[in-house]
């Protein structure tokens, strides 16, 4: 039987990984608005109204905010 001949080929680096992004309204959707939406559906549940109402104001003007961040489309770097 002969002998199969040896290649040494020196391996390449490999590429760094490609950043990724997303928009900035969806990271203000996640932090903000699902926990607020979390806590009132909570507080509803317990019939907790007074800090129901309280939670509900401010969900209101959180929701008012994710149009005005959805149109300025900014993308933010994560990882």
Request: charged content about 35%; aromatic content about 6%; overall charge positive.
């Amino acid at each position: 039987m002969a002998k199969h001949k040896s290649y040494t080929k020196e391996k390449k680096p490999n590429n760094p990984p490609k950043p990724r992004y997303t928009n900035q309204a969806n990271l203000f959707h996640r932090d903000v608005i699902a926990p607020l939406e979390r806590r009132y559906r909570q507080c509803l549940q317990a019939r907790e109204y007074e800090s129901a109402r309280a939670l509900l104001r401010e969900l209101e003007t959180a929701r008012r905010e994710h149009p005005i961040l959805i149109h300025r489309n900014e993308r933010v770097k994560i990882n």
